[in-house]
Every structure is written in structure tokens, then in C-alpha cells.
């Protein structure tokens, strides 16, 4: 049988068959993708082929290529990944000015790793209805949008509590297979459970003492909004490790350089110190936000302990 994965719970996976079943499976073998080892060999969003034995289990055998697939470093093993899902066709990152803030070093490095497949990017400002009368906060959200459209990647804000934008954002996500993700208490969880009511995700309550959420969805889900519409709950990220992106890859990834990088006095330039370097001057002139420069230069190696 083939079937869809809708939902990873540690070592058993849900699995959608062609004819709507879900069947719970677990995985027989060894999965590697391209010789990284990672925490789940199977990821929601995978196509798989499964046999039902006879308790009415599945058993996995085998995984069809994927399309692309977003992974960060594992947590709890470093050396392994974990893969948030696969097969995506949006990847959309919902991120907060406060409680809790998101960092453009966070923003950047997913938008990155979306990149590297060439997925398509939607980033959303959730919460506004905490900021919506703060000019100061108006004018840095306004700045953001204009760096970030500017480099291609879908902007908008909106709020979960108020309603606000929410229909925009509906219809961002039509006929997509999109993955949402952010830190813990963004508000990714109220989102889905506004977009449909029987998707029913838990709610955490922010602890304003700490700023921070709490963990309540524990592993990655797919829900079907409506007909080819499907959106990809995932646990709160804290910080996204790449994984198998070379250091020479990351300005390829970074769509406001690719223009400059064969303008470097040096064809091996690093962007980082080098004279004559066509990226440092863009930085200088204002064609390459500063920001963005800096986190190109986070996710060198050498500049950055996560890596
Ligand atoms: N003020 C405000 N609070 C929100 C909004 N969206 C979510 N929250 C709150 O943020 C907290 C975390 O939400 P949750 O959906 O669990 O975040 P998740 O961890 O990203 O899934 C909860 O207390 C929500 O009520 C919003 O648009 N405005
Ligand atoms: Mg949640
Ligand atoms: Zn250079």
C-alpha cells in the first residue's frame, strides 16, 4: 500500500492511505539521505509504501524520493538531523516582534534552508494587534517588509486573535502543501485552529514571566484545510542548526547576493574580509541590507558556534 505521512509521534507515524484510512506504521530498515544520519528517517509530508500485518499495523519499506525536504540539526543528538517535513511546497515561518521575539538571525537561516530547495517563502508577522498602534514598531515592521519583498520572500502581518489578515493568509495558502513553522508560542497552533475548527491544536498560554512558550505540540502534523490545501503544524523551533549546507553554498542562498558573486576581485572570495569584494561594497551602498549581511556572516563557519 502507498500512503501519505500525516503525523510522526516518535517511532510510529500515521499514515494516510489512498482510500482516506489512516494507518499507524513503524519503520523497518536503515533510512540515510545523503549520508546524514538523522532522529526520523521518516518525516510527515513523506510518501511511503507500507504493508498492514496483522494487528492491523503498518510496517514502512520503503520511502519514494522526495521533492525537497526542510531538516536542522537535531537538538539532542548534534551530529544527527531531524527532518521538519518533505515535500513542501511553501514554507511559510510565523515570527513575533514580542512575546516572543523572533530573531532576523533565526528568520534568516530558515529562509536559507527553505532556499536551498528553492521553496517558496511567506514569512508572517503574527500578533499585530500587540503593536498596531506603536509607531516605533510600525516603522521596523514596515523596514522588514521592504527587505524582505525585495529578496523575493512573501511578507505579510497579521493577527490570530483579532481575525486581522487572517482570510490573506487563507488565501496564501490554496492548493499548497505548507509547512508552519516558528518558535514556541508565536501562535502557530491558534492560527490552524482559526483557519479550521476541527484541526483543534493545543493552546499554550505564554508565560509573561518568562516570555517564553511552552512546548504543547510535541511533533509535526498535516491537516487538510480543504481540497489540496494542506498545512503542517510543527513544534516550536528554537534554534534552526543547518545541516548539510556548505559553507561556499550559503551566499547562493542568499538571493541579493547571487548578482555580485561573480564580481569579487577573488573567485574564492568569502565575503567576509577579502579586498575588492562586490558583496561587502553592495553592503556598503545599501544594494544588501545590513542585516541580512550579518547573517550571512552568523552562518559562516568560524563566526558562529552553532554550526
Ligand atoms: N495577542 C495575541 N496573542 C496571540 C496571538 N496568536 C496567538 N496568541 C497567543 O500566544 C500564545 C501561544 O500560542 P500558540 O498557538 O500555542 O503558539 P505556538 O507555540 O506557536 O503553537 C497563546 O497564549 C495564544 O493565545 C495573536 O495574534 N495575538
Ligand atoms: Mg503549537
Ligand atoms: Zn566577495
Not at 48 to 76: A, M, Q, W
Not at 152 to 173: E, P, Q, Y
Not at 259 to 280: R, S
Request: aromatic fraction near 10%; glycine fraction near 8%.
Amino acid at each position: 500500500m502507498k500512503g501519505l505521512v500525516i503525523k510522526s509521534t516518535g517511532s510510529w507515524y500515521d499514515v494516510k492511505g489512498d482510500d482516506g484510512t489512516i494507518v499507524k506504521c513503524r519503520v523497518r530498515g536503515k533510512f540515510k539521505i545523503k549520508g546524514i544520519r538523522v532522529t526520523n528517517p521518516v518525516a510527515v509530508g513523506d510518501i511511503v509504501h507500507f504493508e498492514v500485518i496483522r494487528d492491523g499495523t503498518g510496517i514502512i519499506h520503503k520511502i519514494e524520493p522526495r521533492t525537497n525536504y526542510l531538516i536542522r540539526r537535531s537538538t539532542r543528538k548534534t551530529a544527527y538531523g531531524h527532518i521538519l517535513a518533505a515535500n513542501i511546497d511553501q514554507a511559510v515561518l510565523i515570527a513575533t516582534v514580542t512575546f516572543p521575539r523572533t530573531s532576523l538571525g533565526f528568520i534568516d537561516r530558515y529562509l536559507v534552508a527553505a532556499e536551498s530547495f528553492r521553496i517558496p517563502q511567506l514569512l508572517v508577522f503574527n500578533k499585530s494587534d500587540m503593536w498596531n498602534d506603536d509607531k516605533e514598531i510600525l516603522a521596523y515592521v514596515g523596514e522588514l517588509k521592504e527587505i524582505y519583498t525585495n529578496i523575493g520572500v512573501d511578507f505579510m502581518t497579521m493577527s490570530a486573535k483579532t481575525g486581522d489578515n487572517l482570510d490573506l493568509f487563507r488565501d496564501k495558502l490554496k492548493k499548497k502543501i505548507s509547512l508552519i513553522a516558528g518558535h514556541s508560542g508565536v501562535g502557530k497552533s491558534t492560527i490552524l485552529n482559526k483557519l479550521s475548527p476541527h484541526i483543534n491544536q493545543k493552546v499554550a498560554e505564554v508565560s509573561t514571566f518568562a516570555n517564553k512558550g511552552t512546548h504543547t505540540t510535541t511533533f509535526a502534523e498535516m491537516f487538510e484545510l480543504e481540497k489540496d490545501t494542506y498545512v503542517i503544524d510543527t513544534p516550536g523551533i528554537k534554534e534552526l542548526g543547518l545541516i548539510d549546507i556548505y559553507d561556499e553554498e550559503i551566499s547562493h542562498f542568499f538571493p541579493e547576493m547571487r548578482a555580485f558573486l561573480g564580481k569579487c576581485k577573488f573567485n574564492n572570495c568569502t565575503h567576509i574580509h577579502e579586498p575588492g569584494c562586490a558583496v561587502i561594497e553592495a553592503v556598503k551602498n545599501g544594494e544588501i541590507s545590513i542585516t541580512r549581511y550579518e547573517s550571512y556572516l552568523s552562518m559562516v563557519a568560524g563566526f558562529d558556534s552553532h554550526r
